[in-house]
């Protein structure tokens, strides 16, 4: 078994979130873990673990034991660290909840995951006052302190400096690598969102795993990624520590400070979303821009000028996959991006580009070069998936051909266990023993496979995908509103696209934009309230009552 294959003594696929910290804190206690940038403030190894042991045993007073759901709503990613690792360290599972919830999608999620405890920060206490009466169950809650004065409650908490004051041992609870480390939930394309139940050894054995192609311990990972999420918590924080290096974690992405950040901690590795690359691709050139540390980038997805990037900025390598929150990452692309020079030598850190590519190989992923068509994903990791385009009856389709794409695992617990509470939808996700992703991609005859459109209706905004349905549902609670219907209207190249809102009010009623935004507010976080919205006479149907959303679309922004 290769040294790639194996993580201190122990094959890959062993690994647990909490047996990793617990090694990396035995091995290099006094190397930095965690650094959060806008207080400068250093996390050592021994440190994280122990803050980790202190919450999991507070955790463990409240009821929190083997299996039990732990939601967490922060927007401090030190904190929201903190309290994940407690949780996984507990034996808990980590249920993650977007910061900017409220109203119905507050109280939709709440219910479903039906946590045992909420550790929530405390601007956030009025949101779950104000759906209270919705909840069906009441979880223990557990505050953390984020203002000189916490808002007044009626509700019973405690507060989460006194689970930081309980005893350092390890709880030593066993964790299997089968076992549930998370609930992370989708975005809600096909209608409510729907938890991912996610083991540990899908995060190490596929998730990450193509990470420690390039990841060591004098690197320092970059990330402003949200943490209820996948890429930010996994990809970014998880993949950096199982290295042995250094996270730098950010509130937000900053176009400005962005190269000022990456230099403070000298970063070496981060990933860019679609909205970040525009506006750094778009700032004004210098000599310069290529003196940096910045040497090992995921773009996702991989924008037409990738190349155009990589040059300007020094990129050693770029890494691009097809991911999601049920799959992992089953299809990738390593692509060295070093031929126009790459990182210069007096800023490089960490491994060489010759260097990834062998460890690359060593891992079975997909180099590749030459990389000139839009939407490219990359090519299956044939070691753990299966990957194939079908068609609507179930059949495989050629090369170049429009289907959607299905993964099917090669071992057990590497791909999401099932959606939680939902055992119709995880069957019908995996009719015929394929997942069914629900996008439509293609591939050509070398193996590459590229991404066409989700197969319904997703707006892409913020690095959310967002269901039109879920606005939709909300907008139909105003007394005055027969119909609505919701739909992207798309944005330039690299852009994010604007929320366009039909409506078609009750008969004889006159109904405003303005009075439909005022409705909005309260049950739907800012992110998903609509840009333009129309007040038309009728939404068209087909014969089944199906809104036709493309010929609407076509007549209102003609």
Known sequence: MGSLDTLDGRPIEDVTIDSMLRDRAERIPSETALIYGPDDRHVTYRELDTTANRIANGLQELGVEHGSNVSLMAAHPLK?????????????????????????????????????????????????????????????LVVIE???????????????????????????????????????????????????????????????????????????????????????????????????GSVALWDRFSPQEFWDRIAEYDATSATLISVMMPWLLNAPETDSDHRNTLSKVHMQPLPEEYEAMAERFGFDVVTVAFAQTETGSPIVGVIRTDDHGGTPEDYRIGYTPDEVEERARELNLPVVEGIDE???????????????????????????????????????????KRYHAKPNRTLQAMENLWFHTGDAAYRDDAGNYYFVDRLGDVIRRRGENISSMQIQDAVATHEQVEAAAVFPIPAPEGGEDRIGLAVEPRA???????????????????????????????????????????????????
Not at 87 to 99: E, L, M, R, T
């Open 80 to 140: 929201t660290l903190f309290g994940m690792f407690g949780i996984n360290k507990a034996g808990g599972v980590y249920s993650p909840i977007n910061f900017e919830y409220e109203g119905e999608t507050l109280s939709y999620q709440l219910n479903d995951t039906d946590p045992d405890v909420l550790v929530l920060e405390d601007r956030y206490l009025e949101r779950i006052e104000a759906v209270r009466t919705d909840l069906e169950t009441a979880p223990e």
């Open 374 to 416: 839009e939407r490219y994903m990359g090519r299956v990791r044939e070691d753990i998936v299966d990957v194939a385009v079908l068609d609507t009856r179930g059949r495989e389709v050629g090369p170049g051909e429009v289907g959607e794409l299905c993964v099917r695992p090669k071992q057990p617990g590497l791909l999401l």
């Open 508 to 558: 004889d009623v006159d109904i405003t934009p303005a009075s439909i935004a005022t409705h909005l507010d309260g049950r739907l976080p800012e992110f998903m309230h609509p840009d333009e919205t129309y007040i038309v006479d009728e939404i068209p149907t087909t014969e089944t009552n199906k809104m036709r959303k493309v010929e609407l679309r076509e007549q209102l922004l003609e």
């Open 146 to 244: 984020t203002t000189t004065e916490t808002p007044e409650t009626s509700l019973e908490t405690t507060a989460f400096a006194d689970l930081r004051d309980e005893p350092a041992d390890d709880p030593n609870v066993t964790v299997s690598w089968d076992d549930t480390a998370s609930i992370v939930y989708t975005s809600g394309t096909t209608g409510m969102p729907k938890g991912v139940v996610i083991p540990h050894r899908w995060i190490f054995a596929n998730y990450i795993a193509p990470k420690r192609a390039f990841l060591g311990s004098e690197d320092v990972v970059h990330t402003s990624l949200p943490l209820y999420h996948i890429g930010g918590v996994y990809a970014d924080v998880v993949a950096g520590l199982m290295a042995g």
